[in-house]
């Protein structure tokens, strides 16, 4: 599973190093004032960069396991992972409710 | 009886408005893309997520050659692969396949 993270944290700083550029072109995209000759070329530009630097490429990983589904945003955990630390009194303030 | 304001009138207030506020005098609502441009920068956020970088041995004892530095973990698998040779357990070689009958 830590390939996983890995590839993540990967995509992560590419994310990182591209956001610019493509902001850049999504706004000549989008900017209906340009001509349509400019705005296409942008897309496809866009279109050309790599696949993992698109923030929707990225998601959010357990730190413990690397699974990447039912993952607590705050804790950065998955499920089972939450479940038995704050039962192990390892996150603060998180307890066991029962009434 | 008082005449309601002409649309040159109300166009002219809504310019002025703009001015004051400075806001974006867009009558058509042509779609100018600004609204990326309000966008946040996420990349500082989702670079942080893993806590820190993992930093392996590897990457120490390449960061300083001049040190010499030895991986007692590594150092200790190699012995004992070396030792289970000796006494003839070690893993077969590669390519050679033999059958037990």
Redesign the interface.
């Known amino acids: 599973m830590r390939s996983r993270?890995?590839r993540?944290?990967k995509a992560?700083?590419a994310?990182?190093?591209n956001?610019?550029i493509r902001?850049a072109y999504?706004?000549?995209?989008?900017?209906?004032?340009l001509p349509a000759r400019t705005r296409h070329q942008a897309q496809l530009a866009l279109n050309s960069l790599p696949t993992n630097t698109a923030?929707v490429f990225?998601r959010?990983r357990c730190?413990e396991t690397g699974h990447g589904s039912g993952v607590f945003r705050e804790f950065?955990l998955c499920r089972f992972q939450f479940r038995l630390k704050a039962l192990n009194g390892e996150l603060p303030g998180v307890k066991k409710s029962s009434w | 009886m008082a005449t309601p304001p002409t649309p040159a009138r109300l166009a002219k207030l809504t310019r002025t408005a703009c001015k004051i506020f400075s806001t974006v005098y867009n009558p058509t609502a042509a779609r100018s893309g600004n609204k990326i441009l309000r966008e946040r920068l996420v990349g500082p956020t989702v670079s942080s997520y893993y806590p820190q970088p993992l930093v392996h041995f590897r990457d120490i004892k390449a960061a300083f050659p001049q040190l010499n530095l030895i991986d007692t973990d590594e150092k200790e698998r190699l012995d004992e692969i070396a030792r289970r040779k000796r006494r003839g357990k070690g893993a077969p070689k590669k390519g050679i396949v033999t059958y037990a009958i």
Not at chain 1, 26 to 33: A, M, V
Request: glycine share 0%; no cysteine.
């Open positions: 993270i890995l993540d944290m992560r700083t994310v990182a190093n956001e610019l902001q999504r706004y000549i995209t989008r900017n209906e004032t923030p990225l959010n730190l950065r």
